[in-house]
């Protein structure tokens, strides 16, 4: 498979981290929230989520299997 941002060959780690779009959105989400991006897969679906409420983590992980 491919990234569909990218056209690189797609996998969870590039999709969330190594893709350029990715870091991009992360910046992003630094710049509006202050929220530091998480450092893996197993950090933003773990502890990074923690700092959500239910409703917000709930949202996050929808589109985590949606980009699936």
């Not at 350029?20 to 202050?34: E, S």
Request: net charge positive; charged share 15%.
């Amino acid at each position: 498979m491919k990234c569909c941002l990218c056209n690189c060959t797609k996998i969870i780690k590039h999709f969330f981290f190594g893709c350029q779009h990715a870091k991009t959105t992360w910046r992003t989400v630094y710049i509006a929230t202050g929220l530091t991006p998480p450092s893996s897969v197993s950090h933003m679906l773990g502890s990074w989520l923690s700092n959500f409420d239910f409703k917000r983590e709930k949202y996050i992980l929808v589109g985590v299997v949606a980009l699936r």
